[in-house]
């Protein structure tokens, strides 16, 4: 985080409200009036931050009314932080909104322990677990057992400094998930891979996307569908949703399976030169 964080010229350490323009993207219509982000698409929240940070406590109110407001969008809030997310809930919450994917990130054993247990006790439609950066080995079969998460992310570490992910946790990982009928995606294997005793360093991240799509274990689990609606609450059909767009590269990337196609914004990995 901090890394990229300095790419973008920013202290990853300051917690700050983006401006309107950015944090009300979401609302945000073209000349014609129609929404720019699209009925169907995914928004991905704070990946390189944390939606439930208790800084952010004043503004989340104002976050959550623009969740509601677009029922249409699919949102995936990732966050280090589960025990804090009851309490800082809509108070029409429900059982879960149906446009909400929350996701807890695991990076090794002790943080999957931690944080799924308090992920499961949350009502919510969609949940995912995201081990990424894959640092140590991790088994979950206890938690994909409840039948409850969807999808499991997983992703070596990249950038100056990285640590090294294993093969065999990762085959771990996604064995487990293949069992359950889990969703598995392998995103990249990290600058650095160890395999059957040999470590790899892999600078280029689309390379290592492309190493974890040829390694064929990700896989697309049980289909845990998303009931969108319009505002008044229609449930919005096949054909009212955006059709994804990909590229070229898309075919071999192991993210496809869980990418509603974004190929026109070229910031993913495998787009990169
Ligand atoms: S747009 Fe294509 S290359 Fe990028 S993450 Fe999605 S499937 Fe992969």
């Known amino acids: ?159 100056p400094g990285a640590r090294t992910c294993s093969w065999e946790w990762v085959k771990t990982l996604g064995e487990e998930c293949r069992r359950y009928e889990v969703t598995f995606v392998f995103c990249g294997t990290g600058a650095r891979f160890e395999k059957d005793g040999r470590l790899y360093r892999i600078d280029s991240r689309r390379l290592q996307a492309e190493q974890a799509f040829k390694s064929g274990i990700s896989f697309q689990g049980r289909v845990h569908p998303w009931r969108l609606t319009d505002p008044l609450g229609i449930l919005l059909s096949e054909s009212d949703l955006v059709k994804p767009e990909y590229a070229a590269p898309c075919e071999r990337c192991a993210r496809k399976i869980s990418c509603s196609g974004c190929s026109h914004c070229v910031r993913c990995a495998m787009l990169e030169k």
């Open 1 to 159: 985080m901090f890394y990229l964080d300095a790419r973008r010229d920013q202290d990853g350490a300051v917690i700050y409200r983006t401006g309107d323009s950015l944090f009300r993207y979401p609302l945000s219509r073209d000349r014609k009036g129609n929404y720019r982000i699209k009925p169907g698409e995914t928004l991905r929240v704070c990946l390189t931050s944390d939606f439930f940070l208790e800084e952010a406590d004043s503004w989340r109110n104002e976050a959550w009314q623009i969740i509601r407001s677009r029922p249409d969008v699919i949102f995936f809030l990732l966050t280090k932080r589960p025990e804090r997310i009851a309490d800082t809930l809509p108070p029409d919450w429900g059982a879960g909104w149906e446009n909400v994917m929350l996701n807890v990130s695991c990076e090794n054993q002790k943080r999957a322990d931690e944080r799924i247990p308090k992920l499961l006790a949350l009502p919510a439609r969609h949940l995912g677990v995201m081990c990424a950066p894959l640092i140590g080995s991790v088994s979950i079969s206890g938690y994909l057992a409840s039948g409850r998460i969807e999808q499991v992310l997983c992703d070596g570490e990249n950038y």
